[in-house]
Each structure stands twice: as structure tokens, then as C-alpha cells.
């Protein structure tokens, strides 16, 4: 088992920043690819971002591309989630995730946190 803590999450105007962490403990963390997820009210949940297990790949959904950035400390069993220009769209509980591979398919992802909630008011 890999249990997952979100943090972070906050209310903020459009245009600001936003940092979410989360905290991995249980089964060795470099293991296990990660991923960010959102789910806004009435709407499904959608892939964010991963990263590779090592770090060195990371993928991105378009319409967070170029605004917010993942990276992972494996020493420290922390994925992080760096979120800039903030826009109203982008409210959402934020859930981070461990699997086997750096995917965008939620399906393929076996732990998850409990989500963190991110307000960007307008």
C-alpha cells in the first residue's frame, strides 16, 4: 500500500500561484510514476499532469501546458505540483496518484490521495 496526503490546496485570485504537495508513504515512493488529477463539480475527473518515476519525463494536459509544472523529490517521497497563472476554470479538488507508469489514464493509477481544494476567483 502507498498512502498519499495532498496539501496545499487554498483559495486564490486569477492570475495568482499555487503550490500543492503530496506526501507518499508506505512502499518505496521511486517506484511509482505520479500523477495529478482534478475533478470540478458536476464533471468528471481529468488527467493534470505525471511524472516518470525517476523524474525525467513529465506530461502535461494541454490546457494546463506552459502554466503549471510537476517535479518530484524522491528522497524526500514528495510529488509537488507548481501552479501559475491561476484561472477560474482551473477550480477543481486536486488528487495526486501513484501507478506503475506515467499515464494520463486515471484507470491505470492504484493509490490515491483524498484531494486538496483549489478556489481561483475571478
Known amino acids: 500500500q502507498v498512502q498519499l496526503v495532498e496539501s496545499g490546496g487554498g483559495l486564490v485570485q486569477a492570475g495568482g500561484s499555487l503550490r500543492l504537495s503530496c506526501a507518499a508513504s508506505?512502499?518505496?515512493?521511486?517506484?511509482?510514476?505520479m500523477g495529478w488529477f482534478r475533478q470540478a463539480p458536476g464533471k468528471e475527473r481529468e488527467f493534470v499532469s505525471t511524472?516518470?518515476?525517476?523524474?525525467?519525463?513529465?506530461f502535461y494536459a494541454e490546457s494546463v501546458k506552459g502554466r503549471f509544472t510537476i517535479s518530484r523529490d524522491n528522497a524526500k517521497n514528495t510529488v509537488s505540483l507548481q501552479m501559475n497563472s491561476l484561472k477560474p476554470e482551473d477550480t477543481a479538488v486536486y488528487y495526486c496518484?501513484?501507478?506503475?507508469?506515467?499515464?494520463?489514464?486515471?484507470?491505470?493509477?492504484?493509490?490515491w490521495g483524498q484531494g486538496t481544494q483549489v478556489t481561483v476567483s475571478s
Open positions: 496518484a501513484a501507478g506503475p507508469t506515467n499515464t494520463g489514464l486515471s484507470h491505470l493509477y492504484d493509490f
Open positions: 511524472i516518470s518515476r525517476s523524474g525525467d519525463m513529465t
Open positions: 508506505g512502499r518505496t515512493f521511486s517506484n511509482y510514476a
